[in-house]
Every structure is written in C-alpha cells, then in structure tokens.
C-alpha cells in the first residue's frame, strides 16, 4: 500500500510539473544534461546545507544514536535545496518563471516528507 502511495504520489506530481511547465511556458536553459549552479553564491549556499545536513546526520545516527532508520531527512535535505534554488532564481531571473517549478517541488518534496514522516 506505502508502495502504491508513492507510485500515484509520483505521478500527481511529475503531472502538476508538466502542466505548470506547458501552461506557464516555461523554458529550461539548460547547457547540458547535468545540474548546474544559478551562480557563485547559488553553489556556496549550496554547500553549506549540505555540509550542515552531514554534519548533523553523522551527529544524530553516531553519537546520539537517534533517527537510524529515517530515510526522511535525504527528502528534507532535497526539498530545502529546492527551496533555497527557487530563492536565489527568483531573485536573479523573475522573467524565466523557473523559480516557480522549483518552489513547486520544494512544496512536493516537503509535503512527501510529512506524508512519510507522519505514516511511516
């Protein structure tokens, strides 16, 4: 059943992406196939969340012993990033609407870890 959740979870989202994608005429500017940073302070921002997220996780499973099994916090840890995307697009390109699909799967990503959180 958790299986199945996540199956349609994923394809509400992947077809609220595409629908806002196509209504909003959204390009992506994209150079190549792999992900890449807005700008400088975009890849510094970035690497600090994941450095804090490490950090913390290293202290929770290791010396706290606490949240062994939590696969959450790799979902969290992702929506954050997404969120933190849609801030720095925002605030660079407000005409490309890009910052949009990023706040929609920051949105996503929060709403599964809840989800996940709550009935797992």
Same mark, same amino acid.
């Given at each position: 059943?958790?299986l ?11 077809s ?24 400088r ?5 970035e ?9 913390? +996780?290293?202290?929770? %499973?290791? *010396?706290? /012993?606490? $949240? @062994? ?6 979902? =969290?840890?992702? #929506?954050? +990033?997404?969120?933190? %995307?849609? *801030?720095? /697009?925002? $605030? @660079? ?6 910052? =949009?699909?990023s #706040?929609?799967?920051?949105?996503s ?12």
């Open positions: 059943m958790f199945l959740s996540i199956i349609l979870y994923a394809i509400v989202v992947s609220g992406y595409l629908w806002i994608k196509k209504k909003l005429k959204v390009s992506y500017d994209s150079d190549g196939l792999l992900y890449k940073h807005i700008n302070f975009h890849l510094i921002g690497s600090i969340i994941v450095v804090v997220f490490l950090i913390g +996780l290293f202290y929770m %499973r290791f *010396v706290m /012993e606490w $949240r @062994l099994s939590a696969y959450q916090d790799v979902i =969290l840890v992702i #929506a954050i +990033l997404h969120a933190f %995307r849609s *801030v720095v /697009e925002r $605030r @660079l390109n407000k005409d490309s609407k890009q910052y =949009l699909l #706040a929609y799967t920051s949105v990503g929060f709403l599964f870890f809840l989800g996940a959180e709550l009935f797992v």
